[in-house]
C-alpha cells in the first residue's frame, strides 16, 4: 500500500463538514466509526469525546487545503508539520495479509499508530497520508471545490493539474452555471445593443412641423 493512499482519510474527514451550507455530518460516536476503513481495530475505541476531538482536528486539516488552495505552500506545510508533529507515527513494512499469485507476501509499507485515543490514531494516519502526497506531488494537488457553495476538500490527480471540482456532480453543476450566466449575459447585451439602435435612430428622425 502506498503511503500517499492514507492521504484519503484526511479528505473523508474533512468533507463532513459543508461550511457554507451549515451541514455537519459529524455528531456521534457511530459517524467517526464511519470513518475508519482499514483500522477496525482503532475504530472500536472511539468514545463521545472523539466526536469533539475529531472536530478540532477536522478544522486544522481543512485549513492545510484552504492553505494550498489559495496558493500559499509554505503556510499549507507549518499546518501540516504542527498535526505530525502532534500525532506521529511509526511506518512499518507489512504484508501477511496480502498475499500474491504463489502465496508470498505483497510488501508494502504500513503506518503503525500507537495513540492514545482514536482521534490520535485517526490523526496520524491522515496526516502522514497528506505529507506523502504533498511531498510527491505538490501542496498545488490539495484543492477545495469551486463550485459554490460546495468547498469539499479534493487531492487532484490529473495529469494536468487541471481539477477544480470535488466531484463530476459538482463540475456539472458549475458548467451549467456558467452557460446559463453567459446566456444572460448575450441576452442583456442584445437587449442593450437594441436599445442603442433605436435611441440613435430616433435622435435622427426628423421631426414633424
Not at 61 to 79: C, H, N, S, W
Request: charged fraction near 25%; hydrophobic fraction near 35%; glycine fraction near 4%.
Amino acid at each position: 500500500m502506498e503511503l500517499a493512499y492514507y492521504s484519503d482519510y484526511a479528505v473523508r474527514l474533512v468533507n463532513t463538514e459543508e461550511p457554507a451550507r451549515n451541514k455537519d455530518s459529524l455528531t456521534s460516536v457511530e459517524a467517526v466509526r464511519d470513518l475508519f476503513i482499514e483500522m477496525s481495530q482503532m475504530s472500536r475505541r472511539v468514545t463521545d469525546g472523539d466526536v469533539t476531538r475529531f472536530r478540532a482536528v477536522r478544522a486544522r486539516l481543512r485549513a492545510v487545503f484552504t492553505a494550498a488552495d489559495e496558493g500559499d505552500p509554505a503556510r499549507a506545510v507549518d499546518l501540516l508539520n504542527s498535526l505530525l508533529l502532534e500525532f506521529p507515527v511509526s511506518p512499518q513494512i507489512s504484508g501477511h495479509d496480502l498475499l500474491d499469485d504463489e502465496g508470498h507476501p505483497r510488501w508494502h509499507m504500513h503506518l503503525a499508530e500507537h495513540p492514545s485515543n482514536a482521534t490520535a490514531g485517526y490523526a496520524a494516519v491522515a496526516a502522514m497520508g497528506l505529507a506523502f502526497h504533498l511531498t510527491e506531488f505538490g501542496a498545488d494537488r490539495l484543492g477545495l471545490c469551486q463550485a459554490a457553495p460546495c468547498r469539499n476538500a479534493y487531492l487532484d490527480t490529473s495529469t494536468n493539474r487541471s481539477r477544480r471540482y470535488c466531484s463530476d456532480r459538482c463540475a456539472t453543476r458549475a458548467n451549467v452555471a456558467a452557460y446559463r450566466a453567459r446566456k444572460r449575459l448575450e441576452t442583456e447585451r442584445s437587449a442593450s445593443t437594441g436599445r442603442t439602435a433605436e435611441s440613435s435612430q430616433a435622435s435622427t428622425t426628423p421631426t414633424d412641423r
